[in-house]
Nanobody
Framework: QLQLVESGGGLVQPGGSLRLSCAAS????????IGWFRQAPGKGREGVSCINKSGTNTYYADSVKGRFTISRDNAKNTAYVRMNDLKPEDTAVYFC?????????????????WGQGTQVTVSS
């Protein structure tokens, strides 16, 4: 069974940091492009950061550039997003996803497999 499981979410104060992990099981993550998406209450799903299969191309939404860093560790079959200088507007459920299109962009319709999401809340 193909599965993605996110972890690392939680409550953090503004200016704090979190690292989200996305562990794959039932398939080998290094054959896929990986994306991190988020959905805040009452809003649509937004592509936050994505990385191609080889790790040579990355995308960041303007709202997170310079603060978030996406990475992948194929040996651990896991992808990550490091989030620094978190702001209240970063509050959302964060999802990781995998795409069979190895050069996928950062649109949710390009992704085939999804995790269940992890909540990130930025509040003082």
């Amino acid at each position: 069974q193909l599965q993605l499981v996110e972890s690392g979410g939680g409550l953090v104060q503004p200016g704090g940091s979190l690292r989200l992990s996305c562990a794959a099981s039932g398939f080998t993550l290094d054959y896929y492009a990986i994306g991190w998406f988020r959905q805040a209450p009452g809003k649509g799903r937004e592509g936050v950061s994505c990385i191609n299969k080889s790790g040579t191309n990355t995308y960041y939404a303007d709202s997170v550039k310079g603060r978030f860093t996406i990475s992948r560790d194929n040996a651990k079959n896991t992808a990550y997003v490091r989030m620094n200088d978190l702001k209240p507007e970063d509050t959302a459920v964060y999802f990781c996803a995998a795409s069979t299109d190895t050069e996928a962009g950062c649109h949710d319709y390009e992704y085939d497999y999804w995790g269940q999401g992890t909540q990130v809340t930025v509040s003082s």
